[in-house]
């Protein structure tokens, strides 16, 4: 199922001087986003401080959804008082004795530029933040946010299918009566045919034998056009189907289930059919059904 939800913490650290006029104020934003798929499939995007976080985040996600290909995004944005990171003088001290090493080694190594001093000086910073009290609160709200986005997408599709359950049981309802009428009629065409060949054979008397040779083969033509059982399974599974839909819950798969039984039964209908009106009638029933197992497809 499709849904979207985000979400922002900021907060304010020390910085690595631990002094309390530099403070560096850090924000982390989350989103899942998640699309139609049969199955559960994820994908994190997480930057290099938050990777540790990913079995923790799986597994939460995996708790709570069942269906459809989720992207996770994070993101840490860092600002401070002074705009820049300051380099500690313990870092400072550690940066000028290896630059002196490896220039005894290399002399024509080139020298530490400003920027690369900012740039250590903020890969420290992020080494020691310790993102645990924020990351996991904040997927949790994230994640319910997407839950109830998903819910209200859930509501909008059962109402679209309880929809075409009603339309489906319409056209069954029209095709019940058409059957008798339907296999009657076959039965006579087909009886008045086998007079007809016995006529040009054996003159205008059909012999007894041959007349209950007839009625045996128009009466297994007539159960072989007989489309009642399965009209009778098709309304069992549209029960069945709006029972699962209004009780709710995990019920994707069983849907997939019965709309493959509901599918099998209207092609057999169209195939056993005999009368160009139960054919109309098995074609809108096989189309509303394939609607219906797209949509299907998206439930949880």
Do not use: C
Request: hydrophobic share 40%.
């Amino acid at each position: 199922m499709t849904g979207y939800a985000s979400a922002q913490h900021s907060t304010a650290r020390p910085t690595a001087d631990s002094e309390p006029r530099n403070q560096s104020s850090s924000q982390i934003g989350l989103e899942i986003r998640s699309v139609n798929s049969r199955f559960l499939d994820l994908t994190f995007k997480l930057p290099e401080d938050l990777r540790q976080f990913e079995p923790a985040l799986r597994e939460l996600l995996g708790s709570k959804l069942k269906r459809g290909k989720v992207e996770v995004r994070a993101s840490i944005e860092n600002t401070s008082s002074t705009q820049l990171p300051e380099a500690s003088p313990k870092l400072l001290q550690k940066l000028n004795i290896t630059q002196d090493f490896i220039r005894a080694w290399l002399p024509t190594a080139a020298p530490l530029a400003v920027a690369d001093v900012i740039r250590l000086a903020a890969a420290e910073q992020s080494t020691k933040t310790d993102w645990s009290p924020e990351v996991m609160p904040l997927a949790n709200k994230v994640l319910t946010d997407l839950v109830q986005a998903r819910q209200r997408e859930g509501a909008r599709l059962t109402t679209m299918l309880l929809g075409h359950l009603g339309q489906l049981r319409a056209l069954a309802k029209q095709a019940r009566p058409l059957v008798p009428q339907t296999v009657e009629q076959q039965r006579q065409r087909f009886l008045e045919r086998w007079r007809e060949a016995m006529a040009l054979t054996e003159g205008n008397t059909l012999p007894e034998t041959a007349h209950d040779r007839a009625l045996t083969e128009a009466t297994s033509f007539a159960i072989r056009i007989d489309v009642a059982e399965e009209l009778t399974r098709m309304e069992s599974h549209l029960d069945e189907l709006e029972r699962l839909l209004t009780k709710g819950g995990e019920i994707g798969k069983r849907l997939d289930f019965m709309i493959q039984e509901l599918h099998r039964e209207a092609n057999t209908m169209g195939s056993k059919s005999a009368a160009l009106e139960l054919t109309r009638i098995s074609v809108d029933l096989k189309v509303l059904i394939e609607q219906m197992r797209e949509q299907v497809q998206n439930i949880e």
